[in-house]
């Protein structure tokens, strides 16, 4: 099984303080490194990340993170059994006992 690097690390351009630490703004890019950032394997369905990708989206919220992290582990893991649409916040907690499946839904809107 063959590893590919999807992306690399790229170092900031300039030197950064306290408000790319805090989470309010990323640094501007600089050079490509030879690190690599993502890596896939696709026989297996593993992606790797070497950064902390949800620990940056906790703290900045940014939509193409969440799309990453939802994207890869959509892609890595088993079809979901279970999905829910609608309006608002909602989450839901699937559990299987004895036979029977047990659906909890915690509205959070």
Do not use: C
Not at 19 to 35: I, K, T, V
Not at 50 to 66: A, H, K, N
Not at 79 to 102: C, M, T
């Amino acid at each position: 099984m063959k590893a590919e690097a999807l992306a690399r690390v790229v170092a900031p351009g300039i030197v950064f303080g306290y408000e790319y630490e805090n989470g309010r703004s990323p640094p501007q890019p600089g050079a490509e490194l030879d690190a690599p950032a993502v890596i896939v394997r696709e026989e297996a369905h593993i992606v790797y990340f070497s950064g902390q990708v949800g620990r940056i989206y906790w703290r900045t919220g940014m939509p193409d993170l969440e799309t990453l992290i939802v994207n890869s582990v959509l892609w890595s893991g088993v079809p979901s059994p279970l999905e829910v649409r609608g309006p608002g916040l909602i989450q839901v907690e699937a559990y299987e006992r004895s036979g029977q499946i047990i659906v909890h839904l915690l509205n959070l809107t």
